[in-house]
């Protein structure tokens, strides 16, 4: 896939983590590129992040 189509299909993103299109699915994956979990629906991937973020939140404060 070019990085271009690549762009378009992100779905949400911060500095921490990004939800992406992932053949039929959604992907969640790291600041880093890595592949944090592969879901079936885009809700999944969304609450998957949403927990992501708000632990690496608390880890940042300690």
Known sequence: ???????????????????????????????HGEMICVTVYKKGAKEVKRRFDFLLSKLDKN
């Open 1 to 31: 896939m070019s990085k271009e189509r690549e762009d378009m299909i992100e779905e949400e993103s911060n500095e921490k983590t990004i939800i992406k299109k992932y053949k039929d699915y959604w992907a969640v994956y790291d600041e």
